[in-house]
C-alpha cells in the first residue's frame, strides 16, 4: 500500500487551500488497466478489444448513456451512411436481419448489445476535466467531476482517448447573429422536419448532414434553402449496383487513386449529371484524394440532389450577414427566414483537459501524426476514433492499441502488482 499513500500524499501536497476544503467530496481511485475516456462507438470498441486480451479498462463517460453523440444529438431519419460491413465494430457483426444501411435506432440498438456483450458498464455521468501524466509515480492522473460536482481522480499506467472528432458543435459566429430573431439551432439540435413545416429554413452547410436535413425538411413541407460556402463533391450512394464506397476500396486494390477518382467522377456525371450547374461546384482534387490529404468526406447522396434540381431545395452562396429573420448573401441578395439551422459540424475538445503536448495539436484537438500512425503517444497514452475515417478507423485503432498494450504490459504485469484490484481512497 506504499503506492497508495504515495498518490494521496502527492494529492494532497497538489491542491490549492480552496480545493482542500472540499476534500470531503473528493476519492482517488486506482486501476490495473488503461482508462477509456469516451463510451462511444470508439471507446466501447477499444474496450472489448482489450477484454478479449484480459486487459480490464474504465471507461469514463460525461453523458448518461453509451453512445451519446448517437442518442442525443441526431436527427430521426439518421441512417448510416456505408454499408454496415464497413461499420462493425470488431469481434461483433450486425444481426443479418438489419438492412445494408441501418437506421439511427438499430445502429444505437447493436451498440447497446456489443456492450452487453463484452461487459463493458461505463461510470457515466462522469466529466474529464484534466488528465496529465506523472514524471513521479509514472502514471496517469485523470481527473473528473460528477453531477453534483464531487470530485474523483483516477490513477493508472495508461490512457487511452476516445472522445473523438464529434465531441463539441462548431457553431460559427455569423454576423447579425443577434439580430436575427428567429430560431438558429445546430443540428445537435434538430431532430424531425415536422418540427419546421411551413417554414423557410436556411441550412449552412453543405456536409452529409446538411444535405439530408435539407431532404428531411424538404419532405415535411418546410422550404430549405442550401448555403453552400464551399466546393463540394456530391456522389451517388450506389453505382453500378454496388456501394460506391464499397466500390472505391475494391477498385483502390488494383487501381491507384487517381484512376479511381477519375471513374468516379465519369459515373457521377453519368448518374447526376453536372452538379455545378446547381450551385455545387467540384473541387480540383478529386473525392478519394481529397479526403485523404484533408478528411473532408464526400456527399453520398440519398435523394436531395433531385430536390434541388427540381427547385423545392433552393442553394445559395455564402452568407454576408443576418439581418432581422433574413440573411443577405455574398452575391448581394437579401431572402427572408423563420429560423436557421448550422449544419456546421463538429470538433475535437481533447486541448481543453488533456495535459499533454505531444501527441494532440493544441490547434484542432487531433493527433500530429497522420493516418495510419496517429494511434499511439508516449507514457502509455494513446488514441482511438480520431482518423477522419469512421467506424472503420476507429476499429483499426482499437485492434492497433489491443494488440500494442498487451504485448507491452503484460511483460510488465508484476510492476502493476500494486494495482491486483480497483481500489479507494476516501479523504
Known amino acids: 500500500m506504499d503506492y497508495l499513500r504515495e498518490i494521496e500524499g502527492k494529492r494532497l501536497h497538489d491542491r490549492n487551500p480552496n480545493e482542500k476544503m472540499m476534500m470531503k ?20 470498441a477499444a474496450a472489448a478489444c482489450l477484454k478479449v486480451k484480459g486487459v480490464r479498462s474504465v471507461v469514463l463517460e460525461r453523458s448518461h448513456c453509451i453512445a451519446s453523440l448517437w442518442q442525443l444529438k441526431t436527427y430521426d431519419r439518421l441512417r448510416l451512411h456505408l454499408p454496415k460491413q464497413f461499420c462493425e465494430l470488431p469481434l461483433m457483426p450486425f444481426p443479418e436481419g438489419f438492412p445494408t444501411y441501418p437506421t439511427k435506432q438499430q445502429f444505437i440498438q447493436y451498440l447497446e448489445a456489443y456492450a452487453r456483450k463484452f461487459d463493458i458498464n461505463p461510470s457515466f455521468n462522469q466529466s474529464v476535466v484534466s488528465a496529465e501524466y506523472d514524471q513521479v509515480l509514472g502514471l496517469w492522473r485523470v481527473r473528473t467531476v460528477g453531477l453534483k460536482k464531487e470530485e474523483t481522480e483516477y490513477v493508472c499506467p495508461g490512457l487511452i482517448v476516445a472522445t473523438g472528432e464529434n465531441a463539441e458543435p462548431v457553431v460559427p459566429d455569423i454576423e447579425g447573429m443577434k439580430d436575427f430573431g428567429g430560431d438558429i439551432l445546430h443540428t445537435s439540435l434538430y ?19 446538411g444535405m439530408e436535413v435539407c431532404l428531411d425538411l424538404c419532405n415535411h413541407n418546410a422550404s430549405p434553402t442550401l448555403v453552400v460556402r464551399d466546393t463540394v463533391h456530391v456522389l451517388p450512394r450506389e453505382m453500378l449496383g454496388k456501394s460506391t464506397f464499397g466500390l472505391s476500396m ?16 465519369i459515373v457521377s456525371r453519368l448518374l447526376l449529371g453536372d452538379t455545378a450547374r446547381y450551385g455545387l461546384h467540384r473541387p480540383q482534387m478529386g473525392p478519394l484524394q481529397l479526403k485523404n490529404l484533408s478528411g473532408k468526406t464526400p456527399v453520398l447522396d440519398v435523394g436531395t440532389l433531385a430536390k434541388i434540381k427540381a427547385g423545392d431545395i433552393k442553394v445559395s452562396p455564402g452568407i454576408q450577414r443576418l439581418r432581422p429573420l433574413s440573411a443577405e448573401f455574398v452575391n ?9 439551422i448550422l449544419a456546421t459540424g463538429y470538433k475535437s475538445n481533447v486541448p481543453s483537459w488533456l495535459k499533454e503536448k505531444e501527441m494532440f495539436s493544441v490547434k484542432d484537438g487531433l493527433p500530429k501524426r497522420p493516418f495510419p500512425n496517429g494511434w499511439k503517444g508516449e507514457s502509455g497514452l494513446y488514441a482511438v476514433g480520431f482518423t477522419k475515417r469512421g467506424l472503420l478507423g476507429a476499429s483499426m485503432d482499437a485492434k492497433s492499441i489491443a494488440d500494442d498494450i498487451e504485448m507491452c504490459w503484460k511483460a510488465e504485469s508484476k510492476h502493476f502488482s500494486y494495482f491486483a484490484r480497483p481500489s479507494s481512497l476516501q479523504s
Open 191 to 209: 431532430k424531425k422536419g415536422g418540427d419546421f413545416g411551413g417554414k423557410r429554413v436556411l441550412v449552412v452547410g453543405c456536409g452529409n448532414s
Open 25 to 44: 467530496s473528493s476519492r482517488c481511485v486506482c486501476v490495473s488497466g488503461p482508462i477509456i475516456v469516451g463510451a462511444g462507438p470508439s471507446g466501447l
Open 332 to 340: 448581394g441578395k437579401t431572402e427572408k427566414f423563420d429560423a436557421i
Open 250 to 265: 475494391w477498385l483502390l486494390k488494383w487501381l491507384p487513386m487517381r484512376l479511381v477518382d477519375g471513374f468516379l467522377l
